[in-house]
Every structure is written in structure tokens, then in C-alpha cells.
């Protein structure tokens, strides 16, 4: 079963602007990570923000958490072509070592 | 850093036929594995999880006949597609857990493997 949701399924922005992907979850987590995937293969480690952590950042990355809200969000600054991507939120849960994949975003940077 | 092998990564094989997948801890033992699907355009789909030693765990839906996943070592864990059909044409990626990883948290996954039943 899938544990996330990502909003938007896609979203196309120009090369420079920012681009903010939010996920939402529906039981209790232990941490919650991001990842992107390029069409067609593996996937790439972003970032990974634990349960009592609010904001984590890397390089170009900021991930904010709020658990209260069951929901997470993922912004990409100055975004680049090479941006371009499927990026997907993952959650492991305190009863389960499961890691459960939500149905992602679909970004396109246009150059 | 932890590494994870898959492959094949891309594999055509005849309807009816079956199809095994590989996936290798290099550095470290991997207690727990688990298996993804994705379809195209769509999510990784968590198909099971295996402990080495012990028998996998199916999710809901998954056909343990079908796909059976064997755990013998604690850096091997294979999944075999059995009696194939185009709509098992996917791509599967395995995930070990036991290693760093590049999240520090012990989640290393594979490059995949694209499976075409024609």
C-alpha cells in the first residue's frame, strides 16, 4: 500500500525559478525521505528529515516536515535543467521498516 | 559507501518463461531486502521483503507463487518472475537494508532491472 501523496503529479517551470513539491502521509513516521529518479532509472538519494526534526537543508534543497499535518515538502532553489525529474517522497513508519513510496511529482525545467 | 548490484538491468525474455533477478549487498550484509515495482509513470510499489534465512513477506496482492524471492545470504536476495506475461513487463528495483547508505540510515537501493515479456 502507498503511504504518501505528492501534489502536484507535475510541474513545469523555466530554468532559475523555484519549485516546491509537497507530500502528505497518513500514519505515524519515524523519518521521511526524498528521492529523484531520472525516466528509467534508479533512484537517487535526496535528503532524509527525521520525525523531530521541522527543516533540513542540502546544497540547493530545503525539506520541511510538519508532522502535525501528516505532510512534507520539498523545494528546489534556482532550479536546472538538469532538474528534470520525477522526485518522490518516502516514509518508514515506527511499527514497520517498510519503506513506503508516495506517486510522486513529475517536474520539467525548461532551459 | 554502501553498494547495492542489480542486474540485470535490462532483460527480454518469451511469455511463459521465467526470469531471475539478482540483487547484491558489495560491502556489507544486508539483513532485510525488499522488492519494488514500477510501472510505467507510476510509483514503486513494495512487493515484499525478505530476511535472509527465514521466508519473504508478501504484500497484499502480490503472488508469492509467482514471484518467488529467495534470501539464502546475508548479501544475496534473488526475485524470480515465474511463468512470465507481458503484463508483468516492468521494472523492478530491489533496496537493502544494513549498510550506511548514502541517507545514513541504511537504505541502499539498486540501479533496477527492465523486464519486457514479449
Known amino acids: 500500500s502507498q503511504q504518501g501523496e505528492e501534489d502536484p503529479q507535475a510541474l513545469s517551470i523555466q530554468e532559475g525559478e523555484n519549485a516546491t513539491m509537497n507530500c502528505s502521509y497518513k500514519?505515524?513516521?519515524?523519518?521521511l525521505q526524498w528521492y529523484r529518479q531520472n525516466s528509467g532509472r534508479g533512484l537517487v538519494h535526496l535528503i532524509l528529515?527525521?520525525?523531530?526534526?521541522r527543516e533540513k537543508h542540502s546544497g540547493r534543497l530545503r525539506v520541511t516536515l510538519d508532522t502535525s499535518k501528516k505532510s512534507s515538502s520539498l523545494l528546489i532553489t534556482a532550479s536546472r535543467a538538469a532538474d528534470t525529474a520525477s522526485y518522490f517522497c518516502?516514509?518508514?513508519?515506527?511499527?514497520?521498516?517498510?519503506?513506503?513510496f508516495g506517486k510522486g511529482t513529475k517536474l520539467t525545467v525548461n532551459p | 559507501g554502501a553498494v547495492v548490484s542489480q542486474h540485470p538491468s535490462w532483460v527480454i525474455c518469451k511469455s511463459g518463461t521465467s526470469v531471475k533477478i539478482e540483487c547484491r549487498s558489495l560491502?556489507?550484509?544486508?539483513?532485510?531486502m525488499f522488492w519494488y515495482r514500477q510501472f510505467p509513470k507510476q510509483s514503486l510499489m513494495l512487493m515484499a521483503t525478505?530476511?535472509?534465512?527465514?521466508?519473504?513477506?508478501?504484500e497484499q496482492g502480490v503472488e508469492k507463487d509467482k514471484f518467488l524471492i529467495n534470501h539464502a545470504s546475508l548479501t544475496l536476495s534473488t526475485l524470480t518472475v515465474t511463468s512470465a506475461h507481458p503484463e508483468d513487463s516492468s521494472f523492478y528495483i530491489c533496496?537493502?537494508?544494513?549498510?550506511?547508505?548514502?541517507?545514513?540510515?541504511?537504505?541502499?537501493f539498486g540501479s533496477g532491472t527492465r523486464l519486457t515479456v514479449v
Open positions: 533496496s537493502a537494508q544494513g549498510g550506511q547508505g548514502l541517507n545514513n540510515y541504511g537504505y541502499t
Open positions: 500514519t505515524s513516521i519515524n523519518n
Open positions: 528529515i527525521r520525525s523531530n526534526e
Open positions: 518516502a516514509t518508514d513508519g515506527p511499527y514497520s521498516e517498510k519503506l513506503v
Open positions: 560491502d556489507f550484509q544486508a539483513t532485510t
Open positions: 525478505s530476511n535472509e534465512g527465514s521466508k519473504a513477506t508478501y
